[in-house]
């Protein structure tokens, strides 16, 4: 069990507080909560009435008993009544990381009250900014909560992302600033907009825009100790912040849909187990300052089945011998690529491509997108950090060009990155230890994948460390829609093909897995 701590004030209405902490870490398997109480609230769906710290001693003694007996695998931090008790919990960070280093603190910085109430005098702001953000591992203020750490008086959508980083430099490792409310929209934004609750996430692994359509209820109390405490949950797991946030995404919404009113004000929502299965709930994430909303869907085409990864023309018409209809190109270009080397690459799609039309294959070109619409070639995979590297007129010419568009994709936030184009087919990987090329990524495993061919709402190609056909058979399964083989082809592709083909048999078209089927993802980065 990983044991998350959250230090937050209670809730007599029963809405948000330690009371959403808990129904929050509850949807979770394998987490135990413990609360801690730093602040006690009289408040019901319209108001809070009073609010009133509990005492140092008291607020230590909970924490002493804790870490005796039940050390956390993360801190999460809510109402905190007064400097002295954010004082207090930067020394209990500092303590706890001695024997955990690296021990993930989440901090909710609740200022204020959805009702009014404000809970944070500006001495309670200052010893937010010099005790908690240069210890945290993730913020998650709200647009206003946001402007407040920084002493503004608002922020507009195109600020959000200089304040996340502003908050970065104060030191917290990662910042989502949410933006569900709608009075977080700002007066400029445009219908389809105006109907997607957008967050900014900047953190190390990535930076963007989250976006999913907005849920249309008034029950929406607790929606921030939701989102925070399933961050840290998240991370408690082992996930890096930016997969963390968009489980946390997902399961906020999850709880918003099954919200309830128990009183006369505003409902609150209700966190439930299940949020990990459900694939409109997977976010997409935008590509720099772009809105991460999605784009039509690609048309679905015939199963990719057994995709060839090949590095020449030449083992392009050797593979659509034995057999293959989906093959990708894949010729890295050297660091210095001299105008005969062009000249060679050019020829040698060229080539591929006039060899898969004549057969009816479909060939991928990697990387080099021009020129795979240059020569007529079906598609084109590129990596992530390619599409990062255009700048958004490229990338709109490349979704407008008509080219069958594969990307890569080895983590939760590059899976919602990859999704807000629309691509025809993802690449899950690598699905097993891979040789082929150096990376930080561990292996996704059948599970992943699983997961993958469930969520990505396109279809998903396994690809690393395929190099036998049971491997292939386990990889259809789980709902694949194509398997990529790089090694296994070996030298000859007509003596191997056929076993990996027998392998393939009887599994198309997928069936990713649905329901109480669909596996909890696992992690693919060492926190």
Not at 262 to 289: C, D, K, N, S
């Amino acid at each position: 069990m990983k044991r998350v701590w959250s230090i937050a004030g209670t809730d007599s209405s029963g809405g948000a507080g330690l009371a959403a902490d808990q129904r929050a870490l509850d949807a979770w398997p394998g987490t135990h909560y413990c609360g801690v109480v730093a602040a006690v609230t009289a408040q019901n769906s319209q108001a809070v009435t009073r609010v009133e710290a509990v005492s140092p001693q008291l607020l230590d003694a909970q924490l002493a008993a804790l870490e005796s007996d039940m050390p956390p695998a993360a801190l999460k931090t809510g109402l905190l009544a007064d400097a002295a008790q954010m004082r207090s919990m930067a020394a209990w960070a500092d303590r706890l990381r001695e024997a955990a280093p690296g021990l993930p603190l989440v901090v909710d910085p609740v200022l204020g009250a959805s009702s009014g109430a404000n809970f944070a005098d500006d001495g309670a702001v200052a010893a937010y900014r010099a005790h908690l953000l240069p210890r945290a591992t993730l913020i998650t203020p709200n647009r206003r909560e946001a402007a407040r750490l920084l002493g503004r008086p608002g922020l507009r959508r195109d600020e959000v992302p200089a304040a996340a980083q502003a908050l970065r430099a104060l030191g917290a490792q990662s910042v989502c600033i949410t933006g569900g409310d709608p009075a977080d929209t700002p007066d400029d934004a445009t219908p389809e907009e105006a109907g997607m609750a957008l967050d900014w996430l900047d953190s190390p692994q990535a930076s963007g825009w989250l976006a999913l359509p907005r849920i249309g209820t008034g029950n929406t109390h607790a929606t921030g100790c939701t989102f925070a405490s399933s961050a840290a949950a998240a991370l408690a797991h082992g996930f890096v912040a930016a997969d963390a946030v968009v489980l946390a995404k997902m399961a906020a919404t999850h709880a918003l849909r099954h919200g309830h009113a128990a009183g006369r004000g505003p409902g609150q929502v209700l966190a439930r187990p299940g949020f990990h299965a459900e694939p409109a709930l997977l976010p997409t994430m935008g590509w720099g300052a772009e809105p991460g909303g999605a784009g039509p869907a690609a048309e679905r085409a015939a199963p990719l089945g057994l995709y060839a990864i090949v590095d020449s023309a030449a083992r392009v018409c050797a593979v659509l011998d034995a057999g293959v209809r989906s093959v990708q190109l894949r010729i890295k270009q050297p660091a210095a690529a001299t105008p005969a080397w062009w000249d060679g690459l050019h020829a040698q799609v060229a080539e591929a491509a006039a060899a898969c039309r004549a057969v009816g294959a479909r060939l991928f070109v990697n990387d080099h997108w021009e020129l795979a619409l240059r020569h007529g070639a079906h598609g084109v995979h590129l990596g992530q950090e390619d599409l990062l590297a255009l700048e958004p007129g490229p990338r709109g010419a490349l979704r407008a060009s008509g080219l069958a568009l594969g990307i890569s994709s080895h983590s939760l936030w590059e899976l919602a990155r990859a999704r807000s184009l629309a691509p025809t087919y993802i690449a899950c990987g690598p699905v097993w230890p891979t040789l082929t090329k150096a990376m930080p990524w561990r292996p996704q495993g059948l599970g992943n994948l699983a997961w993958w061919c469930a969520m990505a709402g396109t279809p998903v190609v396994a690809i690393g460390g395929v190099l036998t056909p049971a491997q292939i058979s386990a990889a259809a399964a789980a709902g694949a829609d194509g398997i990529c083989v790089v090694r296994m082809l070996g030298e000859n592709p007509a003596a191997t093909v056929p076993a990996m083909r027998t392998a393939m048999a009887g599994h198309w078209p997928a069936t990713p897995p649905t329901g109480a089927a669909v596996p909890w993802p696992e992690p693919t980065l060492a926190a």
